[in-house]
């Protein structure tokens, strides 16, 4: 008879258990599903409801108008809030969703990531060098390693032959001769010896050797002429010749250094560091042309320094994840397989470095948007390079944890469960007897 009791007692829970369990998934379903999905299409205009679409009676719903066809899609536009705030599935309206049709993968060119790219630590930009060849404004300076022909028409001596222009005057008391800039700047002409001639214009060395000749000579009649001039500039193209190379043309790669900088050949450590590339290419040729004029670069970006941001906390597989593009809070918890059973939705914390590296948070409340509540969620916000995306647990599941680390883990191991409930004992000396 008590048995009978205890089975009826034991199947009346049971039926109220299933009936309040379907009461409360039923008004779970009724919550979580938007109020506007549940209105129809062809409801018309009201004042409560001044922007519902009307749909003709001749077309069905989900109806396919053609493989091709574009036509407006139910949709919610976060621009109708116009600024005054967030907007919900109330404000929907029939939005141009699909322009392009199948081709809405590839067809939209949307506005550029950043009106300008800035250079940054870790960037790799080609450096391509083009020989100018344009008038310079200043007369040209011998430089060393130059080749000029010092001749007199009075002083004897000759020039080069027509058959073989580098032949060089071998009589001792001819002035007429090839030489070479030297290390040191000079050249050495007979009688005068070493003679200055880098930094020199070529009118400007004509008229110190004839000055100076004069002491020998009634009219020396000197003549200079350039052979092989730009020699740094030479070096410099040589420097950077990759033509034989995989690469190809006259270019070096280089990446920018933790400091900012780069190194190129001619004038050393350029600090270009949060410059456009354009503003790079002013600051490089300026440098050229104070040093080794005749030369023009042209930076070209090859790769940019990879952008990471890092998800952690109660996810599926927290970790690094690569920024290929811009990316949100959502796309984020995505890329860690989506969020797991007791996640803190409501208080997802971003913490970020600012541009002079201090610390900065924000905490965002996504799962309105998560749980299909909130179409437009401001909480859905850009990430930034190196941001740390923290889903915590919710109290319920910090509850748990606690409950395991003091009672399962803690008390519960140490001590036996019937010395602390005292099931079936009546002292710890009776346990011990046993």
Request: glycine fraction near 8%; proline fraction near 6%.
């Amino acid at each position: 008879m008590r048995y009978c009791k205890s089975q009826a007692r034991l199947s009346a829970a049971l039926t109220t258990v299933v009936v309040v369990g379907a009461a409360l998934l039923a008004a779970f379903l009724e919550l979580a599903e938007p109020k506007a999905i549940r209105s129809t299409l062809s409801d018309s205009p009201t004042a409560a409801n001044p922007i519902a679409p009307v749909v003709s009676s001749d077309i069905q719903l989900c109806q396919a108008l053609g493989p091709a066809a574009p036509y407006p899609i139910w949709s919610v536009d976060s621009a109708a809030g116009r600024g005054c705030g967030e907007v919900g599935w109330d404000s929907r309206g029939c939005g141009n969703w699909q322009s392009y049709a199948q081709g809405e993968y590839v067809g939209h060119a949307r506005l550029p990531h950043v009106p300008e790219y800035r250079l940054r630590v870790g960037d790799r930009l080609a450096m391509y060098y083009l020989r100018t060849r344009e008038v310079l404004r200043h007369p040209y300076e011998l430089q060393v390693g130059d080749v000029i022909y010092v001749e007199s028409l009075t002083a004897g001596g000759g020039g080069p032959t027509a058959a073989n222009p580098n032949d060089a005057i071998t009589s001792s008391d001819a002035l007429s001769r090839q030489v070479i800039i030297q290390p040191d700047g000079t050249i050495t002409v007979p009688l005068l010896g070493q003679v200055r001639a880098a930094g020199l214009s070529i009118p400007a060395l004509r008229e110190h050797l004839e000055t100076s000749y004069r002491k020998y000579y009634r009219v020396p009649a000197i003549t200079v002429t350039a052979l092989e001039v730009d020699t740094r500039l030479r070096d410099l193209l040589d420097t950077v010749d990759a033509r034989g190379a995989i690469a190809g043309g006259q270019q070096i790669q280089v990446n920018i250094t933790p400091a900012g900088r780069i190194n190129l050949p001619g004038i050393g450590s350029v600090y270009i560091q949060g410059l456009t590339v354009a503003e790079a290419k002013m600051e490089i040729d300026s440098r050229y042309a104070a040093t080794i004029p005749g030369v023009r670069v042209t930076p070209d970006l090859l790769e940019r320094a990879q952008r990471f941001v890092y998800v952690l906390g109660e996810v599926e597989t927290p970790g690094q994840f690569e920024l290929t593009g811009p990316t949100t809070v959502m796309q984020a918890i995505a890329l860690a397989g989506g969020w797991q059973v007791g996640a803190n939705l409501r208080q997802v914390v971003v913490f970020r470095r600012g541009d002079d590296w201090r610390l900065l948070a924000t905490m965002v409340d996504v799962r309105g948007a998560l749980y299909a509540r909130r179409p437009v969620p401001a909480d859905e916000i850009w990430l930034n390079d190196s941001d740390i995306v923290l889903i915590p647990k919710n109290p319920i599941q910090m509850a748990d944890e606690v409950v395991e680390q003091v009672f399962t883990r803690g008390l519960y191991s140490a001590v036996p469960l019937e010395v602390i409930w005292g099931q079936g004992f009546a002292t710890v000396t009776s346990i011990l007897a046993q």
